[in-house]
């Protein structure tokens, strides 16, 4: 590995460290404590201060000398326990849920219901409310959702759509309005059977072996088909880019993922490809609705090439009835990462809450983005502020112009 030069760059943009304070959670603290012969691996400390890491890459972006530092932090990991850090049985459960993804249709029925009840008779100050805030706009109203993806008109072909485990299952909400984006370009979307989680999460916990074990079902099953693969969420997108790194040592399994790798395409790069200068025309005497767009971590720090955020605006800009949003000093990390808000829940609410304060200071009418796991997290803050804001996928946000189902 590449020497840390010590010169704290990644101390000054760490979302964890600006909370805690501990230099052990920078970049730099953990590259230290593992070139301490006796002490990797051993202890719970050291596990926990190793769990502490939202895998962000802010710091690998700074880093004078190109350290890879999610990389040597999940490593590092690979080394530990099934189970470890703080609440490491939650993370553990959580992982094998996602191995598992269909199982997360009955916990939206549950959630749904249990959103509905929590409305009619809980208090304001119940708990469970913002437990439950992940399914409480879909009761409040929503587009009509569907299990799946229709054929629709496909005057320019059959685009292969990889949802993702909550696009699918949790949220189909998603799934419903890239399908209505997708006809009114002329394509079709069709999920092929057997799809796994992408494997973002087994392998931020250092289980390189189930990471490799997603991306195997997810190669042989997308490699039944062939053109581009249309991808909806962030974060699956920045985990299958990366899919070549999981096979580094198995050149059959490698030549493989650079082949799926080559057809993947993100939503709002598609979108700002292929949808019209201007979606709509500006509706004389009114209000322009103000939105607040999220940008993913993964494409706002560009690691790997993959910094995507004029795209998203580009796509968004086209409609003049939005007006766009923006923080005076740039994105910044909303701290869910993965599994990290659930085992690390009060360094993430803080991360959470410092955010949103900023953004809420803007007076949004809508907060959208294209990472599930940001708009879980930005659903949970909106609620916990009690602000009338709607939290919306972009795919959402863009099936309400008029776009949606007009002819092109």
Known sequence: MISCAKCGACSVVCPVYRVTGQEAHTARGKIHLTQIPELPGKGVVFEDIFSKCLLCGACSAVCPRGIDVCREVVQARSAFPAV??????????????????????????????????????????????????????????????????????????????????????????????????????????????????????????????????????????????????LISCASCYAHLRRYRELFEDDSVWRIKADALVAR????????????????????????????YYHDPCHFHHGLEGMKIMTEPRKALGRNPNIDLLELPDGPECCGQGGLFHIGAPDISVLIRDALAAKVLALAPDVITSTCSGCLIQWRLAIEASGMPVRVLHMAELLTSSPVCGSEK
């Open 84 to 229: 470890y850090g703080a609440h490491g049985y939650k993370k553990y459960l959580a992982r094998k849920a996602l191995a598992h993804p269909e199982i997360l249709a009955p916990l939206r029925v549950l959630g749904r219901a249990g959103a509905e009840f929590v409305s009619r008779y809980l208090p304001e100050e119940s708990g469970l409310r913002l437990s439950l805030a992940l399914f409480k706009q879909e009761v409040e109203g929503s587009p009509a959702q569907q299990d799946g993806v229709s054929s629709g008109l496909s005057q320019k072909g059959v685009l292969t759509y990889f949802p993702g485990c909550t696009g699918r299952y949790l949220f189909p909400e998603i799934v419903t309005s890239c399908q209505c984006l997708a006809v009114s370009l002329g394509y079709s979307l069709h999920v092929p059977d057997g799809l796994s989680c992408c494997g973002l999460a087994a392998l931020s916990a250092g289980d390189k072996r189930e990471a490799q074990n997603c991306a195997r079902k997810n190669i042989t099953v997308l490699e039944q088909s062939s053109g581009p693969v």
């Open 264 to 291: 993947l395409v993100e939503l709002s790069c598609f979108l700002d490809q292929h949808l019209p200068q201007e979606l709509a025309t500006q509706e004389s005497g009114k209000k322009k609705l103000r939105v």
